[in-house]
């Protein structure tokens, strides 16, 4: 099948398509304390943790769907679809802020994280317009705007309340519904459908999702590449959800006592700006590095390399917590983020190149739905860890990563790309 090269317009549409949605989970993150305060949130902390799981479990149940449905109609109507519903729950974002209330904060990050599971239909649409050398290539440019999404959702964060303290105004919902405003308009104009279909593929695009995830599942290579990927994304996770915590430092919660040995007492801003930092470091590595290598490189040699590069990240941060070492903290985080911006684009590009082209929609879908279950899991798993010991997260996420790599490995030599398989069956 004869693939077209993506126009520049609509490149720059799905790059704001998942810029803007990560710039909506970025914003969030820093601003999670402070809605604690503001609503007087339960000191459990069950509720904030409900708030944040809400957005990636929406994303875990409808990314497959979402996917399936792009394979049936077309990539096009389902981007759309997601950045209005994005307009929509963003703005619902920002009046709950007005109107102080927690519930229709729930509505709001539960809607956008429903809308913004189209990222793995914005990830087909790159399997559909890039020849199989450049998959990996096209995969980092997602992975670019996955950087710096998180890179300025931090910085309005920081913006909306610089203090750390005070009242939150809407300013940030209604900033990232400007956004998918703007992106909305130029898909309208500038995105082409990708989706194609012949007869057979559009006969296998009928097939009812369970089916489809069935047959997904039932390719030894691509169960391998997506158990693979739920190994790594929960080692990171874990990296992930107990960061601002860990520099932090102490605060009035029941995890006081452990969190006081914690030698960094950053402040709300100092935390906003080490999250942007993170994404640049990833937006920066993915657009320049992992961009160059692509096509050069195998992707088993990056998602290796990747793997290598998190297990030195995350064992050098339990040194720098141990030393109490700002400098060797950010040495960390940038060799953690490269490893992280080198695996993922190369564990999806991996997926897309093994699976049936009429099918694209759906496995990405079920990928990018094991990428939030891993998130979610982790989540649940980190804190508790910390609760033990403050390093004991960023030991258990080098262990699991470690396998990561042996999974790397394996799942890199024990399949072939679909049309390679389909010319040897042929």
Request: hydrophobic letters at 55%; a neutral charge; one cysteine or more.
């Amino acid at each position: 099948m004869d693939q077209k090269v993506p126009a520049q317009g609509s490149l720059l549409v799905i790059f704001l398509t998942v810029f803007i949605d990560l710039l909506g989970f970025g914003i969030v993150l820093p601003l999670l304390p402070v809605y604690a305060r503001e609503f007087s949130v339960d000191e459990t902390g069950w509720t904030l943790g409900m708030l944040m799981a809400s957005f990636s479990a929406m994303q875990f149940l409808f990314a497959p769907i979402w996917g399936r449905i792009s394979d049936r109609i077309g990539r096009r109507p389902v981007i759309m679809i997601g950045l209005l519903g994005s307009v929509v729950f963003y703005s619902l974002f920002g009046l709950a802020t007005v109107w102080k209330s927690i519930f229709w904060l729930f509505v709001a990050r539960i809607g956008a994280g429903v809308a913004g599971a189209t990222i793995s239909t914005a990830q087909a649409y790159i399997a559909d317009t890039t020849t199989l050398e450049n998959r990996s290539k096209g995969m980092a440019l997602i992975g670019m705007a996955f950087g710096l999404g998180f890179t300025f959702g931090p910085l309005i964060g920081f913006l909306a309340v610089p203090s750390g303290t005070g009242v939150l105004g809407p300013g940030p919902g209604y900033a990232a519904a400007g956004l998918s405003a703007t992106a909305l308009v130029l898909a309208f104009f500038l995105l082409p459908e990708s989706r194609h279909t012949s007869a057979e593929s559009a006969l296998s695009s009928r097939q009812p999702i369970v089916s489809s995830i069935a047959v997904a599942l039932g390719t030894p290579s691509i169960a391998a590449l997506l158990l693979t990927t739920f190994v790594c994304l929960f080692s990171f996770a874990k990296f992930e959800t107990t960061l601002s915590i860990v520099l932090k430092g102490a605060q009035e919660t029941d995890t006081q006592s452990v969190v006081a040995q914690a030698p960094f007492s950053f402040t709300f801003r100092q935390v906003c700006l080490t999250y942007a930092y993170i994404g640049f470091v990833l937006a920066l590595v993915q657009g320049g590095l992992v961009r160059r290598f692509a096509g050069k490189v195998s992707e088993v040699a990056m998602a290796a390399g990747g793997a290598v590069c998190e297990i030195a990240g995350f064992l050098l941060m339990t040194q720098a917590i141990g030393q109490s070492s700002t400098g060797l903290l950010f040495v960390a985080l940038t060799i953690i983020v490269t490893g992280f911006a080198f695996l993922s684009p190369s564990l999806n590009s991996l997926i897309s190149r093994r699976s049936d082209p009429s099918q694209q929609g759906s496995v990405l879908g079920l990928n990018q739905s094991v990428n939030s279950l891993a998130r979610i899991i982790g989540a649940a798993v980190g804190i508790p860890l910390l609760t033990r010991a403050i390093d004991l997260p960023f030991l258990a996420a080098a262990t699991l990563m470690t396998l990561g790599l042996v999974l790397v490995l394996w799942a890199g030599k024990s399949g072939q790309d679909f049309e390679a398989v389909k010319a040897a069956d042929a």
